[in-house]
Structure formats: structure tokens, C-alpha cells
């Protein structure tokens, strides 16, 4: 009699540790159909495998006849894994003791071939399935991945962007990781999300641009005869700065107090608050790590690298790389911080600066953020099928032009690059992917999952932002992503819940976090 014995281990692709489990999981074989218009598999014909004590699930299955459309199926009722505990955790049976959580690289379901897009069938490649006994067993080995919900410039529907209210509203409300944007002053770095203000709406207004509630006051403009003129408010004061070129008000030529007389936040009760320069946010990180109750883990940078001569642009922006590097070094310990930007020139100029003042092993990661675009959206345009199309209505020619004129436009706005190739050939240890404006970015979520969960993979760390809706978050998590960037990090905490998901455990309630009364701002 042929049956089928399954034994199911859980491991770390960083560090290579595997771990026998059986509580908390069923064990089926099932029937998969996948469509490249699904972003999961559908199943279907569950024959379920029972678990003997001996740590393995059996089939009994003489009048059962599967296809090279079966798979086996792992179904995860506890979704928590503590590796100091060495087992599989429920939300109630959490505690600080487990800690770190980890949680499997698919949920609520891994299958067997998943994670080669269903090439090969190892087990069920014929008509019966191979045989397999209690001393011979097929071991299935799912990988584990941590989960991070990060605040996209802290709580900006709660509290104004990037400011430590914000930073402290997002973590209280229950992320363990923030998104942070950094612009070079002519003397600091700032935490602010745009280099160039100008060169957006005026007066600089995120209502306008991103749907978040509480506007940047910025300078306002007016005309005096041929002269374009600030007029920069401070308290009862007013300034007046000619604008002649357009790029007087842009970060990288304004002190960092001039930054500040110029743009900063108001919340909804009339509180104003200052930008915060990176040394401040430093600290408040430092501090934050020691404060009960608040689980800071993660801290993304997201660098916005100013516009500047080709010849000047390297040692600038190694520059840049050098202050951001010697401000880690000055505030360790911290949390994981990762670094990064869309230009994969810049990146490595980045680097290579942050790289010449570590004391440290390593002060941090790098990631090449894949942001939406228009070439990204222009490349996902399979030019054959449209010339095809057009020409079924207007004819081979116009179809041709249409073609054609995608090309140049691809080729004018630049190359947008394969994050999957971009981070191998960089050695990264992390990537961001961006879901606006890049039709593909699902898929090269998956393909970079992949990559991420073979054994010796640099890659460790996969973010994607910026995720709002309950929707997109759960098939974000189900098919392993580790960081969600959202503007309602609390909302990401109740849907991560729903699915039965806990990244970190309730303690005690936080203390007062230095800058609560007032920014940090030195």
C-alpha cells in the first residue's frame, strides 16, 4: 500500500536555522490553477493529510489519483513563529518572551511549488504520486521572513509629515517602522520630503498633491511690477525675497534655519512645528528604543539627492553620503536603518560616503527604490499588441507611429531599471518598490520574494509603499512582502490582526517621549 508521509520545517534564509513544526498547521494535497490575471492560485479538491505524534502528516490514498495539477498545501491557523520558543503562536499566545516574531513567506497558504511559479511538480509528476514512508518522509521547507508596518513620514493623517509628532503618533498607533525623507541644506540635512518646493504647487500644499490633511506653510508669492517676490511670514514679521531664477527657495541653498523660516507644519488646532534636521530624529529614534510599549525596529531614509552639474554630482553627493554616515555613527545604538534611492548612480555615491565614516560592522543597508513613473508605466506596454491593435482600427502605419513614438518617449525619460536586477548587481540587502504608477510592481514583488528566500540571498528586506487600502495590504502580506509604507500605519495594525498577525507584543503604556512637547529640532 502506498502512502504519502509529509514533516514540514519552518527556516531563516539569513541565518540557515531550521525548525520541525506540526501545532498550528494542516496539510493537504490540493488542486492549483493559476492565471496571470490572479495574483494567488486558486485551489481546489482538498484531501487533507492527518498528523501521528511522530512529527508527521500521512495519506492513506490507494483509490486517490492525483495530477501534475496537485500540489501539497500548508494552511497556517497560527501565523506568529518565535524562534526562542521554537513553535507557532496564535495572537492570544503572545508574549514578550516570543519575541521576535517571524511569520511565514505566505499566507494564509504555502504550497509546494509556489515559489518557482509552478515550473516543476516534484511530487505529483505522474498520475500517482511517488512513494514516500515514516523513515523516508518529504520535508517540506517554508521559509520565514519578518513584518514590518512602517509609518510613510509617521502618521500623516494623525499628525503634520515628518515631524516627531507624527514619528511618535505612527508608533504608538502601533508600527514598528518609519519612513523617513531627507534633503541637503547648504549646512544639515532636513527632514523634509521635497528638495525643490518650487517646483510644485505654491504655496507648497500636501492637500493639493497627496490627500493628507494638514497642509506645509510655505512663502507666498506675488508680483511687484517685473519682479516675482517671497514673502516669507515668521511670527507678526514678514520678508521679502526677489525670485529671479526660481531655485533661490530650494533646500540645497538655504541654510537650515532659513529652511525653517521659510516652510514648516501646522496641525489642525493651530500648533505650529519646526523640520526637524536628521540629528534630531536621531535622537528621538535613540530615545524611542528605550521607551516601554514602543517597538521601533525599522527606519527607512529615503534620500532625495538634489539636482547639480554632472562633473559636481559625484563628490556632492558623496558628500551628502558622509554627513548622513557620520550622524549614524554619532547616535548608535539604533534601529535598522536602510538607505535609499531611485538613481542607482546615486546610491552608490551614497554609499561609498556612508561607507568612509562607519566605525561600526555596518550602520546600516542600502535599497534601490523602485518608484512609479511614467517610463515605468510606458515599459509595461507590450509595444506589439498595441501596434497590433491600432493597426486593427487605423491601419499597419499608424500602428507603427504609435509604436515608434512610445520608444523615443521610453528612451527620452530615461531607463527605468529591473529591481530585481538592480538589487543583485548592487548586493543589497534591501529593496522598496513603489505600487503608483508602476503597473508591473506586483510582479517584481514576487520575482524579488523569490530571490529573498533561497538560501545565501543578500536580499533580506522587501518594501512596498504606499499601501492604504485592506486590500492591497493583505495580498501584499500573503504573497511575503515584509514592509508596507502607509500614511495609516493604525489601520495596518487592525488588518494585520484580522489575518491573525502580530509584529510585535502590547506592553506596558509608553512614557512621555522626549519631543512630544516640542519637536526635536537641534
Not at 46 to 67: C, I, M, Q
Not at 157 to 185: M, Q, W
Not at 367 to 377: E, I, K, R, T
Not at 416 to 425: E, F, W
Request: charged residues 25%; neutral net charge.
Amino acid at each position: 500500500m502506498k502512502e504519502l508521509a509529509v514533516r514540514v520545517y519552518l527556516f531563516d534564509p539569513v541565518d540557515g536555522r531550521e525548525f520541525s513544526v506540526s501545532d498550528g498547521i494542516d496539510v493537504d494535497i490540493v488542486n492549483v490553477r493559476v492565471s496571470p490575471w490572479n495574483i494567488s492560485p486558486t485551489y481546489s479538491g482538498s484531501v487533507p493529510l492527518v498528523y501521528k505524534e511522530n512529527g508527521n502528516f500521512y495519506l492513506d490514498a490507494r483509490d486517490h489519483v492525483f495530477t501534475h495539477h496537485h500540489y501539497l498545501r500548508v494552511g497556517f491557523s497560527k501565523p506568529n513563529f518565535s524562534k526562542s520558543l521554537g513553535k507557532l503562536l496564535s495572537l492570544q499566545e503572545v508574549t514578550s518572551e516570543a519575541l521576535p516574531l517571524y511569520h511565514p513567506s505566505r499566507l494564509p497558504y504555502w504550497d509546494s511549488r509556489r515559489d518557482d511559479s509552478y515550473r516543476i511538480n516534484r511530487h505529483f509528476a505522474t498520475r500517482r504520486f511517488r512513494h514516500s514512508s515514516e523513515n523516508h518522509h518529504f520535508n517540506l521547507k517554508i521559509p520565514i521572513r519578518r513584518i514590518f508596518n512602517i509609518g510613510h513620514r509617521g502618521a500623516p493623517y494623525e499628525e503634520p509629515e515628518n515631524t516627531i509628532h507624527s514619528f511618535t503618533k505612527a508608533l504608538r498607533s502601533g508600527a514598528n517602522g518609519l519612513e523617513v525623507d531627507l534633503c541637503r541644506t547648504k549646512d544639515n540635512i532636513a527632514v523634509f520630503h521635497d528638495p525643490k518646493p518650487l517646483c510644485l504647487f505654491s504655496p507648497l500644499d500636501r492637500t493639493n498633491l497627496e490627500n493628507l490633511p494638514y497642509p506645509i506653510v510655505s512663502p507666498r508669492f506675488e508680483t511687484e511690477g517685473n519682479r516675482r517676490v517671497a514673502i516669507i511670514t515668521n511670527g507678526n514679521q514678514e520678508t521679502k525675497m526677489n525670485i529671479s531664477t526660481g531655485n533661490e527657495l530650494d533646500l540645497v541653498n538655504l541654510t537650515l534655519d532659513e529652511v525653517r523660516q521659510c516652510y514648516h507644519y501646522r496641525a489642525a488646532h493651530g500648533e505650529d512645528h519646526a523640520i526637524p534636521d536628521l540629528d534630531g530624529f536621531l535622537l528621538f529614534a535613540q530615545d524611542a528604543r528605550k521607551r516601554r510599549g514602543i517597538n521601533l525596529e525599522i527606519i527607512y531614509l529615503d534620500v532625495k539627492t538634489p539636482d547639480s552639474k554632472k562633473e559636481e554630482q559625484e563628490e556632492r553627493i558623496i558628500e551628502y553620503g558622509r554627513l548622513i554616515g557620520k550622524a549614524l555613527n554619532n547616535h548608535q545604538p539604533l534601529p535598522r536603518i536602510i538607505v535609499g534611492n531611485p538613481d542607482k548612480k546615486s546610491l552608490s555615491y551614497l554609499k561609498a560616503g556612508i561607507e568612509e565614516e562607519q566605525r561600526h560592522e555596518q550602520c546600516c543597508d542600502f535599497a534601490y527604490d523602485a518608484q512609479g513613473n511614467v517610463n515605468a508605466w510606458l515599459e509595461s506596454i507590450p509595444l506589439d499588441l498595441l501596434q497590433g491593435y491600432v493597426a486593427g482600427f487605423v491601419g499597419g502605419k499608424i500602428g507603427a507611429i504609435v509604436s515608434w513614438i512610445l520608444c523615443k518617449l521610453s528612451t527620452l525619460l530615461g531607463r527605468d531599471y529591473d529591481p530585481v536586477k538592480v538589487t543583485r548587481a548592487m548586493r543589497n540587502a534591501a529593496v522598496s518598490v513603489g505600487s503608483f504608477a508602476r503597473p508591473k510592481s506586483f510582479e517584481e514583488i514576487k520575482r524579488l520574494i523569490n530571490d529573498r528566500d533561497r538560501m545565501g540571498s543578500n536580499l533580506k528586506t522587501i518594501i512596498y509603499y504606499t499601501l492604504n487600502d485592506p486590500q492591497s495590504i493583505s495580498q501584499s502580506i500573503g504573497i511575503g512582502v515584509n514592509g508596507i509604507v502607509s500614511d495609516r500605519p493604525d489601520e495596518v495594525k487592525k488588518w494585520l490582526m484580522d489575518m491573525g498577525i502580530l509584529i510585535s507584543c502590547a506592553g506596558e503604556p509608553a512614557l512621555l517621549l522626549e519631543g512630544e512637547k516640542t519637536d526635536a529640532t537641534s
